[in-house]
């Protein structure tokens, strides 16, 4: 999916069948249950690709939802973030689990640097900037 | 008397009402539901294109929410536009029907949390209700309800799922007893809800770590535990922030999972973190935070804090506001009517209502589709119990609430194919081995005290095997496919490779008849009578549709099934036309047209011969001389004793219907002024007739006796009956001709007394 959808392309699983196409970039038609049965669909056949949630921050946007499709972007920045680094990152960002703000601009660093994820990256950046001001690196457990 | 205290208040003390618990208005503690002196001012100023105050808080001094809500949520290009038109013109706005939603909602970008307040403060409750039906994203409505048991016994969480469906949750949440069972409950329940349909979203929750690792794993396919807080003290003692919560908003998106955010008046309040500031204002700085962060969604209304908000003056009206906020900001609203905020059933049922007629992206945020005792998540609004009567209150209004009602047939059908299935599935993935026996006892439990299944514990081995051997929803299609449910593996795959699209990531999205439907494109049209959501004939239909319905013919069958009975006590022969008679002690019967020729049986359930019996019988032992007469020109009470009476010789006559209503009349009375009258068949006993027959003796022969009196104890007769009594009634006023001459009976009692 290279153009920008709108609402008349919504939903794409109607619209385009076949653009939509999985992480592993098999495409949204090839999972049937025949496949299913015959060990050809594995869970990364079933994730959603950043192509994807691109699209729907586009259709998003195109609705008059800016905050929904700045979401949904930050979603697509995560879709190459390994599970664990996405559930770290998470759990740094909760209050007192970063003893300093430069944990949390490190965290940013490795999105930004190893993953792509410059959105992410950036909020991570200015969460350890507001969590400074307001003390939020503090022992809590 | 020594006691000095009116009873009256013993009688409303030991109602379920005063289990609730009320709080007295006190806002410096945290108690003022709409409105606290410490709400700050709504005011914006906007300096540089950047908000550089808020609500009378200058941008150094923003606390963490002030900061995400400034920087994400206000846009800085419409603020003082939005700002800058009176609270009291915004609320007008919102209840007028020519104020297109759009634009409401674009006005709302640029309004801050105490001005959005403030306006919807302006609105009564009926107010509040009309603008929620405008305002709401989606048009058409739906329903969310929770599968969960008391023992986390995943063959009772694939059956109840499977009714869940039936009934037309949109989407279906469950959680467990025991932390660690979340894999056997998530499982259980994907496989019951891929039974008869496809499309239920489900959500199993639990700990923010592991819920999305089993959404990884494809068993779900939303989520809403991620709540937010207004005040910075609460969230940080909730263990997130703004920006960790934004943060897992974005992981689920990743991850192609629909997720709400929480949030609800009380949540502060019940935290310790209220600031002195009303719930109203609190919540709507969460729902300014919600839209900030991105997520489609809230799950509002109270929710946790629903019982603590419902004990302040105003509360309901509260959390009708809050939602109102939530869909003014375009946010989908799963609307609260969640946990059980009172004992009292009236509470319960008023509070539905106003969400019921405006509709709502999903009702309930978890109606309990199970019984209380079975909710883990604790009791809902409404609840197993009392889910029948939410699928009348959709009839009485013929509003759409999302349900459908269920035949007994269809119901047990589900629960079998969805324990075959389940079981076909823990077997073939060697997780359990379920007996005939344990699936034959949660085919027909209501609940899980009725069930003996798996416990717990059993659960939690089934539970940890699922996880650690890395079992999917891949592996759970392939089972389902190897043993026979083919149908059920297509409907569990079609809704996970939905996820590929993204389609339901988007505003109030959920699944239709195997379509996506969000406000992208089932938007909220409402613009006044004639527009938005409307009931289509066959959803009509099939709200309507309920169990045990009456018509004719039912009540036709049901005397038909006494007419054998009948022709084996009693014998009715005509001798042709009545004349009137003179002896002084006579009693005049007067049977109504159908009486035991049509109809054979009272409302209370007794052979109409068994009535005419006892008063006959009760006429003799009074010492008067009964004589039997058909009418044929009326079926009213009134008339057939005043009739009855004019042909007595003693001037006193009885009126006696099929249906058991009965009166004693006087030839010189005008017709309406009896002198004794059972208008409640239904509860008159054989008893009552065989006194009213003494009674209608005594007055025949110049005595003054003691009226009969029926006791009733309240009961809804017209309620129990009047459905019935108009279609007898009818059967009987059928048979009138005008000037009919009353018919001489006479009568026989074959059977033995």
Redesign the interface.
């Known amino acids: 999916m290279t153009d920008t959808p709108g609402v008349a392309d919504y939903p794409l699983a109607e619209t385009r069948p076949d653009a939509v196409r999985a992480l592993s970039g098999k495409p949204m038609s090839a999972i049937t249950l025949d496949a299913v049965v015959a060990g050809e669909v594995a869970m990364d056949d079933l994730r959603i690709d950043a192509s994807a949630l691109r699209a729907q921050a586009a259709i998003a946007r195109a609705a008059g939802r800016p905050t929904l499709a700045r979401n949904l972007e930050r979603g697509a920045d995560l879709v190459a973030v390994p599970q664990d680094v996405v559930m770290a990152v998470y759990d740094l960002l909760r209050p007192g689990r970063a003893r300093d703000k430069a944990e949390l601009l490190d965290a940013a660093r490795r999105l930004r640097d190893e993953y792509g994820a410059a959105t992410v990256a950036a909020f991570v950046e200015e969460a350890a900037e507001v969590y400074e001001r307001r003390g939020l690196f503090r022992f809590r457990y | 008397m020594s006691d000095n205290r009116w009873r009256r208040f013993a009688d409303w003390d030991a109602r379920p009402l005063r289990l609730d618990k009320f709080a007295r208005e006190d806002p410096e503690n945290g108690f003022a539901a709409m409105r606290s002196p410490r709400d700050p001012a709504a005011a914006v100023a906007v300096e540089d294109g950047r908000i550089a105050m808020m609500d009378g808080t200058a941008a150094a001094d923003f606390?963490?929410i002030d900061?995400f809500i400034a920087a994400?949520?206000l846009d800085p290009a419409i603020a003082p536009e939005a700002m800058a038109i009176p609270a009291l013109e915004l609320a007008r706005r919102l209840v007028d029907m020519t104020a297109p939603r759009?634009e409401l909602?674009?006005l709302a970008h640029g309004l801050t949390p105490a001005r959005l307040a403030e306006v919807v403060g302006h609105l009564s409750a009926l107010e509040m209700a009309f603008a929620y039906a405008k305002m709401r994203a989606r048009r058409t409505p739906g329903n969310q309800g929770h599968v969960t048991n008391a023992k986390d016994d995943p063959l009772q969480l694939a059956a109840d799922a499977a009714i869940a469906v039936g009934l037309g949750f949109d989407e279906i949440e469950t959680t467990q007893r025991v932390a660690r069972n979340a894999w056997s409950n998530a499982l259980a329940c994907a496989v019951g809800a891929s039974v008869g349909r496809w499309g239920a979203l489900f959500q199993c929750a639990s700990e923010?770590?592991e819920e999305?690792?089993i959404a990884?794993?494809?068993f779900t396919s939303y989520a809403e535990t991620v709540s937010v807080y207004g005040s910075?003290g609460a969230f940080?003692d909730g263990?997130?922030?703004p920006?960790?919560k934004?943060?897992?908003?974005?992981?689920?998106?990743?991850?192609?999972v629909k997720m709400r955010a929480t949030s609800g008046g009380g949540a502060e309040l019940l935290m310790g973190f209220h600031q002195s500031q009303s719930l109203l204002y609190l919540e709507a700085r969460c729902l300014c935070l919600q839209?900030?962060?991105?997520?489609?969604g809230t799950q509002n209304g109270g929710i946790d804090g629903a019982p603590v908000t419902m004990s302040t003056p105003g509360g309901a009206r509260e959390l009708m506001a809050e939602n109102l906020i939530a869909v003014w900001l375009?946010l989908e609203c799963a609307s609260g009517n969640d946990a059980r905020p009172t004992e009292s059933e009236i509470r319960v049922g008023a509070k539905i209502m106003p969400y019921l007629v405006a509709g709502s992206d999903l009702i309930c945020s978890g109606m309990g589709s199970v019984l209380k005792y079975d909710n883990s998540f604790n009791p809902s609004l409404l609840n197993g119990e009392e889910l029948e009567d939410f699928l009348v209150l959709q009839r009485d209004f013929e509003a759409d609430g999302g349900l459908t009602p269920m035949g007994e047939d269809r119901a047990m059908a589900l629960r079998e194919r969805a324990l075959a299935a389940v079981a076909a599935v823990l077997e073939h993935l060697d997780l359990a081995r379920p007996t005939p026996a344990m699936l034959a006892s949660v085919a027909a439990a209501s609940g899980s005290n009725d069930t003996a299944s798996f416990t717990p514990g059993d659960a939690s081995r089934i539970s940890e095997a699922i996880r650690a051997r890395g079992i999917?929803?891949?592996d759970a299609?392939?089972a389902l496919?190897?043993r026979g449910f083919?149908d059920e593996?297509?409907n569990l795959?079609a809704l996970?490779?939905?996820?590929?699209?993204?389609?339901y990531?988007?505003?109030s999205a959920l699944v239709r008849d195997g379509?996506?439907l969000?406000?992208?494109?089932d938007p909220n049209d409402y613009a006044g009578p004639g527009t938005g959501y409307r009931l289509d004939p066959a959803r009509r239909e099939a709200i309507t549709g309920l169990r045990d319905t009456l018509d004719e013919r039912e009540v036709l069958r049901s005397q038909e099934m006494f007419r054998k009975a009948e022709a084996l006590r009693a014998r009715y022969r005509s001798l042709g036309d009545a004349a009137a008679g003179t002896a002084p002690g006579e009693v005049v019967i007067g049977l109504s047209p159908a009486f035991g020729t049509r109809l054979f049986k009272t409302l209370a359930g007794e052979g109409v011969s068994d009535m005419l019996r006892a008063v006959v019988e009760g006429v003799r032992e009074g010492g008067g001389a009964p004589r039997i007469v058909r009418m044929l020109h009326t079926a009213d009470t009134s008339f057939l004793g005043l009739s009855a009476a004019r042909m007595s010789g003693s001037g006193v006559g009885v009126g006696l219907q099929a249906k058991g209503t009965a009166v004693i009349h006087q030839a010189d009375r005008l017709p309406h002024h009896n002198l004794e009258l059972f208008s409640n068949a239904p509860i008159t006993t054989l008893d009552h007739y065989r006194r009213l027959g003494a009674n209608a003796a005594a007055y025949a022969l110049g005595r003054d006796p003691e009226p009969v009196v029926v006791p009733t104890r309240g009961e809804a007769l017209g309620a129990r009956f009047h459905a019935e009594v108009a279609l007898i009634y009818a059967i009987e006023t059928g048979l009138c001709r005008d000037g009919a001459a009353p018919e001489e009976i006479a009568l026989d009692f074959t059977g033995a007394p």
């Open positions: 606390d963490m900061r994400y949520h759009a909602v674009r923010e770590a999305l690792a990884m794993a494809g910075e940080v263990d997130d922030t920006w960790s934004a943060f897992l908003a974005a992981a689920y998106a990743s991850r192609g839209r900030a962060m991105g997520v489609q375009d999917t929803v891949i299609i392939r496919a190897a083919a593996a297509e795959l996970v490779r939905l996820r590929l699209s993204g389609d990531l988007q505003t379509r996506v969000s406000a992208v494109n």
